[in-house]
Structure formats: C-alpha cells, structure tokens
C-alpha cells in the first residue's frame, strides 16, 4: 500500500487503516503464537464477553522516526507491563510482555511506510489491546481471548502551536478507591464520556478528577496525568493508587531529576493547593505534556502564572528534553529506545 497520499501536516488523531495487525488467540488455556494479517475486521459472537461485560484492555504507544531515519518505539517493556497487571485486575490471561514487545515490534516493521518522516511532528501511533471473545451471559471472565496490535499514523498534536489549556473540575468521579482507576481498561473511558462530553458543551477542554472518596485531593484528567511546578522550580505529582501510571509522567520525572537537576516530589496534592502553583501539564503518550493554562472549579478560576499562551519554562523544558530523546537527538537513560530498524 502506498502511503504518499497522506498529508502529515494533517492528519489529526483519528483512524486510518494501516496494511498489517497483529492478531493472536487464547484459547484452551493457552496463547497461540499469533502473526499478521491483513483482515482489519473481527467476526464475534452475539455474546462475546467484550460485548456484554466490556471484558477489555488497552495500550497506547508510538513509533517514532529519528533525525537519522531510524524506526523507534519508547519504552514498549513498560506497556507490556502494564497490559500484564490490566490483565490480572481484568481476569484475564496475562499476554507475557516480552511478547508484547516482539508483537508491537512486527507490527510496526510491517506497516513501516507509514512512520511518517522526522521533522513533521506526525508519528505512527500503536494501539495494543485485548478482549474475552467467547460467549458469556452469566457474569464471568471469559474462557477464549483474542490480543490485537493495529497502528495508524497521527498528526502533531501541537498543530498551528501550543495552546494552553483550560480545564474544570469535575462534579463525576473517574476512579473508585481500590476500583480500576490503575488499570487500562475500557470501562474506565466509557463512564468518562458523559464527564467530558459536558466539560465541553460548557467549554473546557479537560476534566480535572478528585479523588472520589472525599473530593479533597487531585487525581488526573481522563486520560493524562497532571505534573505541577511550584513556585521555587519543585516538580510535584499527585500520589494515588487510582491514578493510571503515566509511562510518560514516570519519563518526565526521570528527565526532571536526572537530566534538569530538578526536585521531585511525588505525594498527596490538595486541590486548595494548586493555586500555589506556578506551571501545570497534562502528561500521556499524545501529546508527551501539554500546559494547562486556567482552571476553573465552579466557577472560581485559578489562573496558572505560565499563562494562556504558551508553556511554561520548566514544562517547555520538560517537553523538549523528553521528545529530544524519543526523536533520537538527546542521549536516552539506558533501555528507553527499542530500535525497530
Ligand atoms: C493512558 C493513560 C494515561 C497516559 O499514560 P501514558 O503511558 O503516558 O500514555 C493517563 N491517564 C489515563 C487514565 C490513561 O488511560
């Protein structure tokens, strides 16, 4: 397949069907050694457990092309870590991350036109999931899986430039205490979709979740971790077992101690605090942070310093340290960059 009718520049987060996935099955007990192909529809029964118990999980990773054209993932070891754990807490059988990693790595090489090329910011993003296949009615795991891996090639998400979000809190709760709020899995977005969909019929673009049980402490967006900076420089991460850990938080704060010679604490963050602070990002896999310029609790707006314009010094900092590495032009720690070819 060709890939030069895509404009890079354009291409936003959405789907576009690249030739080859990686499909495997489990069943009897056991992983088949699964392999590509290129049927990009899944024939199911009626009563598929995914279906009717939304048994599901998921990664989100990218492959990156470097300055000197090669073909890299960031820290794959780390999905297929945490797949593994989304499993056990799903009961659902393990998919052994070593074979994650081999899995993501054929897929992309197989699909390697569509990386787009250094320098446009685009990159060609994974998607690793998992689901109960076999017929299920009475409430159960199911008995057969089936462990996929498509990519599709998306936009730079800072297109036209960086624009400071605006997020407010949020009056529904994203995680339970000892729920599923440290796992990815489906179900945790599908409750969330009536949460942001209202955040943005009254124009925010983000929801900021408190903690459920007492509606006190800071957790995470629906789909990003927050990073605050104070005043004198500190990096501060809220610390909560419902919080979903960000390979991309976790790799930021790596970059901010050992490459910044920042402060790092992780712990407990009140939201009467947060108007101490001097900058705040969202961190994931799509946009490595984006800075978050207000935000408004009922109606009481908390304007960061860094303002809405562009990020802030440390989170700029943050930013161009941590995609230096993934694109290959500032040394990575040990084990961070699976070369791919
Ligand atoms: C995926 C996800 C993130 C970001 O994780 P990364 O590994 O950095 O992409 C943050 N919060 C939630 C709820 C997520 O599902």
Not at 189 to 198: C, D, F, G, R
Request: aromatic share 10%; with cysteine; proline share 6%.
């Amino acid at each position: 397949m060709e890939n030069n009718n895509l404009d890079w520049d354009n291409l936003g987060f959405g789907y576009h069907k690249t030739p080859a996935r990686f499909v495997a099955n489990y069943k009897n007990g056991e992983w088949e050694n699964g392999g590509l192909t290129e049927d990009d529809t899944i024939v199911l029964s009626e009563c598929a457990g995914v279906l009717q118990y939304a048994q599901t999980i998921f990664e989100g990773l990218k492959a990156y092309r470097t300055e000197d054209g090669r073909i890299v993932t960031f820290r794959p070891d780390l999905n297929g870590e945490r797949l593994e754990n989304s499993a056990k807490r799903l009961e659902m059988p393990v998919f052994p991350k070593e074979k994650f990693v081999e899995a993501v790595v054929e897929t992309v090489k197989a699909n390697a036109d569509f990386v787009p090329p250094y320098g446009s910011g685009a990159t060609l993003y994974i998607r690793p999931y998992m689901f109960g296949s076999n017929p299920v009615i009475g409430v159960k795991p199911a008995d057969e899986y089936q462990f996929r891996v498509f990519t599709t090639p998306v936009g730079p998400y800072f297109k036209g430039g960086v624009k400071p979000l605006t997020i407010c809190v949020s009056d529904f709760d994203r995680a339970a205490p000892h729920g599923t709020g440290h796992i990815k899995a489906g179900l945790n977005y599908a409750m969330s979709l009536h949460a942001i969909v209202t955040a943005h019929k009254n124009g925010y673009d983000e929801n900021m979740y408190l903690d459920a049980a007492t509606r006190t402490k800071v957790e995470e967006t629906g789909g990003a971790n927050f990073l605050f900076v104070t005043k004198d420089n500190k990096i501060v991460i809220p610390k909560s077992d419902s919080i979903l850990p960000s390979i991309t938080r976790r790799s930021l704060v790596t970059v901010a101690k050992d490459y910044l010679g920042l402060e790092v604490e992780e712990r407990e963050v009140l939201f009467t605090e947060v108007k101490e602070f001097a900058e705040c990002g969202l961190c994931g896999t799509a946009a490595v942070i984006s800075p978050v310029g207000k935000i408004v609790d009922h109606g009481e707006e908390i304007c960061l310093p860094s303002g809405m314009t562009e990020m802030g010094p440390i989170t700029k900092k943050l930013y161009e340290t941590l995609t230096g590495i993934q694109m290959g032009r500032i040394e990575a720690p040990e084990g961070w960059i699976k070369v791919i070819e």
